[in-house]
């Protein structure tokens, strides 16, 4: 199982890591061995190989040698999981938008959103 094109299966990818010594594989500038110049794309493939570790530390095992869940399942839970924070932050960003055309002035804006989403 590949992660990128032209990649090697996560083991391979682990004895790669090791081998070049980079703190036990743990990412420390994925800029330095990730050859895409788009930052988005090299966060998301930051991420996913920081899951990919922490799948390992806490399973034991990767996803590709888990025959043991309902895939299927899970990733529809997780689907509904992030549709509800997705309205979420929706929400709060039109919310937002809202309160910047009625409050031009900026700092009665800032005490605005500090009542809304300040600490309580």
Do not use: C, W
């Amino acid at each position: 199982m590949g992660y990128i094109s032209d990649s090697k299966s996560f083991q391979e990818y682990r004895e790669y890591m090791d081998k070049i010594n980079i703190d036990g594989f743990k990412i420390k500038q994925a800029e330095d061995y990730i050859p895409i110049k788009d930052e988005v794309t090299k966060a998301v493939i930051t991420d996913l190989i920081s899951r990919a570790q922490r799948g390992v530390e806490k399973y034991n095992t990767t996803l590709g040698e888990n025959n043991h869940q309902n895939m299927l399942q899970h990733a529809y839970e997780e689907a509904l999981d992030m549709a509800q924070y997705l309205k979420k932050e929706i929400t709060t960003l039109n919310t937002i938008q809202d309160l910047v055309k009625q409050y031009p002035n900026d700092a009665e804006l800032g005490m605005k959103l500090r009542q809304m989403y300040g600490k309580k």
